[in-house]
C-alpha cells in the first residue's frame, strides 16, 4: 500500500495510522462533559490541537484523511471546532455521519477477512456504538446508538470504585435497539483491544497478539466483576491496561456485555482493524 495517513478523532482518543508502520493513539477525552452541556469545552479541544500538531509533524506531505464521530457530530461547536483542526493539521477533517461511521468501521474490520456468511462489527467509542453487520463486503444492517463510554461513564460511575447501585443504573441504561440476529462477531476500538491485552497478560502492547484474540462473555463478566470492585488508582496498575483508558474500562466492558447479551453470543474476537484503517484503506484508493 502506498504511504498515506489516516487520523481519528474520537470522543475518548485521537489515533493516527500510517501506513509505513507509524501508529499513535492519545487518550484525549474530547468529549468531555459533552452529554451535560451539548458543547465541546475548551481544555479537551486543545488537548486534541496539541496531538494533532505532533501528528502534522509525522505525516509530512503523505496524502492524508482525517474524520471526526461522535463527539464533534453532537456538539454545538462542532463545525467551529473542525475548522481548528483544518488548521493544525493543514488539511479538513469529515465530521462523518452515523451511515459514513459505519462503512468505515466494517470496512475496517472485515477488508482482511474472508468470512463466510454474515458477521457483526462491535465499535464501542466514546460517545457511540456501532453495530453493522453485512457479509461478503456487503451492509445489511448497521446502527449508530448513543452508547459510549465517556457519555455513560460520565452519567453513571461517579463513584470510586463504582458503587453497586451507580453499576446496575450503568447497565439499565444500555437500551439497544432491535436488530436482526447475529452468530459471529468482531469487537474493534479500546474496550475489546484492552480486554485481550488484560487477558493475556501482556506488559508491553502487541497487535499481533491481539488480533482475533477470543474474548468469551464468561471471561469478560469476570473481568467486569473484578475491575469494578477496584479504586481508580489501583486499576491503572492492572497488568496489560493502558493506564489512560483505566477511567472508561468498567463502561466499556459493561456495553459489550449488553450487545453479546442483546444478540445471544458466547464469544467475540477482538480487533484492531477498526475505522482507522478503514479510512486508510479508502484514502489510499483516492490517492494520486
Not at 487518550?27 to 469545552?41: C, F, I, K, N, Q
Not at 463527539?71 to 488539511?91: K, P, T
Not at 464469544?267 to 484492531?272: G, H, K, L, M, Y
Request: glycine residues 10%; charged residues 25%.
Amino acid at each position: 500500500m502506498k504511504r498515506v495517513a489516516a487520523v481519528d478523532i474520537g470522543t475518548n482518543s485521537t489515533r493516527l495510522l500510517i501506513t509505513d508502520g507509524t501508529r499513535r493513539s492519545t487518550v484525549t477525552r474530547l468529549g468531555e462533559g459533552v452529554d451535560a452541556t451539548g458543547r465541546l469545552g475548551e481544555a479537551p479541544m486543545q488537548r486534541v490541537l496539541d496531538v494533532l500538531a505532533d501528528y502534522a509533524r509525522l505525516i509530512g506531505d503523505a496524502p492524508a484523511a482525517a474524520v471526526m464521530t461522535s463527539a464533534v457530530r453532537d456538539a454545538e461547536n462542532g463545525a467551529a471546532f473542525a475548522a481548528r483542526v483544518h488548521e493544525a493539521l493543514g488539511f479538513p477533517a469529515r465530521i462523518l455521519s452515523g451511515d459514513e461511521e459505519a462503512e468505515l468501521t466494517f470496512t475496517g474490520a472485515t477488508a482482511q477477512r474472508d468470512d463466510r456468511g454474515p458477521v457483526l462489527v462491535i465499535d464501542i467509542g466514546g460517545g457511540s456504538t456501532e453495530l453493522v453487520i453485512g457479509e461478503a463486503g456487503r451492509i445489511t444492517f448497521h446502527v449508530s446508538t448513543q452508547i459510549g463510554v465517556v457519555r455513560h461513564g460520565e452519567r453513571h460511575l461517579r463513584s470510586d470504585p463504582p458503587a453497586a447501585a451507580e453499576l446496575a443504573a450503568l447497565r439499565a441504561d444500555i437500551r439497544l435497539p432491535d436488530h436482526p440476529a447475529a452468530t459471529r462477531a468482531i469487537a474493534v476500538a479500546g474496550t475489546p483491544t484492552q480486554c485481550a491485552a488484560i487477558d493475556l497478560g501482556l506488559e508491553e502492547y502487541d497487535p499481533e497478539r491481539i488480533e482475533g484474540h477470543v474474548l468469551t462473555r464468561t471471561r469478560l463478566e469476570a473481568l467486569y466483576a473484578d475491575l469494578a470492585s477496584k479504586p481508580l488508582t489501583e486499576l491503572r496498575k492492572t497488568r496489560g491496561l493502558d493506564p489512560a483508558r483505566a477511567p472508561v474500562i468498567v463502561a466499556g466492558i459493561a456495553i459489550l456485555l449488553e450487545v453479546m447479551g442483546s444478540f445471544g453470543l458466547d464469544q467475540v474476537e477482538a480487533s484492531e482493524h477498526d475505522i482507522l484503517y478503514g479510512l486508510a484503506l479508502s484514502t489510499a484508493a483516492d490517492a494520486p
